[in-house]
């Protein structure tokens, strides 16, 4: 039974209200208009590095008479296709098999090339593997976790020179917030905790320092999880 002597309940003001409302339009504008953003800003910068190589009367905005931004985007995407197209080709493998090998013959050239093009077959190249789970490790000493990526298992001189009792498995530690920088580690293969999460869940994670997990996992309670086994 309530008396008139009991508290009642506080009303929330209009300053509280409009905060809030201001906050939740944040979350809301802020994603989609960085995303905004960062699309308009990379088109630009596309724009701005391939129109000036596309002969004018190619170009739509001579004829138009004002800047259509995406344009050098278009130009871009479809000079990359035909070369890919070529490149398939008996006639542009032969033609990419001698601009190598004069590549090859210059000293400082041909270090700048290898290296770009490692980088990106291992990128963009459909054939390669990429990684295969999401993990936990102990790093960089016991008792602090860690979140990685499980690529392949060691091989050649890196599993015949280490110094271990089993297999290895290289692992892919991220940094946060950026984790495409990171360490490439080495553990052997019982000290490696796969997760259930996915690879995108896990980076998100990482990006997130924390802060955003799997809606299925966050407040699943904790459990023993199996460790990886040799295939």
Known sequence: MNTPFDDLPRKRGLLA???????????VITPVGMTIWLIWT???????????????????EEYVGINLRGIGVIF??????????????????SLIRFGETLVARTPVVRTIYSGIKQIAETVFAQSERSFE??????????????IG???TEARGEIAARAEAMGALVSVFVPTTPNPTSGFL????E??????DMSIEDAA??????GLVYPPERADAPPQDTPVRKAS
Not at 42 to 60: A, E, K, S
């Open 76 to 93: 871009f995407l479809v000079f990359t296709i035909v070369v890919g197209w070529v490149a398939k080709g008996l006639i542009g493998r």
């Open 17 to 27: 209200s409009l905060r809030a409302s201001f906050l939740t339009g944040l979350v």
């Open 42 to 60: 990379l088109f630009g910068w596309v724009d701005g590095f391939v129109l000036p190589l596309v002969p004018d009367r190619f170009n739509p």
């Open 185 to 188: 580690l080495y553990f052997p």
């Open 190 to 195: 019982e000290d490696v905790v796969e997760l």
């Open 204 to 209: 998100k994670l990482v990006i997130s320092a």
């Open 149 to 151: 990526f499980i690529s």
């Open 133 to 146: 789970k999401a993990c936990l490790v102990q790093y960089p000493r016991k008792g602090i976790w860690a």
